[in-house]
């Protein structure tokens, strides 16, 4: 079994050739404004909080938080917090969180394909 940590708890996903092996990726993922946000700090480079915020219009702060804490135990992002008043908190991609960019970037072009009208 692999093991797959999250903000919560642990998701256990058995590896078999009756399971898609992106499933865990999906379980890490999955969250509302997962993908927003990692596809934001992909595009934008680091971000404090409060601006990562206005570039995913609607998400509450309470569950930007949420997300933000699991890419944080999944080792996809960063987090740099200077003191001072206001604290300065920036976020980041990790290594990881880089070649997770580039995978939703293809994923974006098929997307662009498949979802676009046919041109006959």
Request: charged letters at 25%; one cysteine or more.
């Amino acid at each position: 079994m692999k093991d797959l940590i999250s903000s919560r708890h642990v998701v256990a996903v058995r590896r078999s050739p009756k399971h898609c092996p992106l499933t865990p990726l999906r379980h890490l993922l999955g969250g509302a404004w997962t993908l927003d946000a990692l596809w934001v700090l992909g595009e934008g480079g680091p971000q404090r909080f409060g601006d990562l915020q206005a570039s995913l219009d609607g998400v509450s702060s309470k569950v930007l938080t949420e997300r933000l804490k699991s890419m944080l135990d999944s080792r996809i992002i960063w987090r740099k917090h200077i003191g001072g008043v206001p604290p300065v908190v920036t976020y980041g991609l990790t290594e990881e969180g880089v070649e997770l960019h580039k995978g939703l970037k293809q994923l974006a072009e098929i997307a662009d394909k498949l979802l676009s009208p046919d041109e006959t």
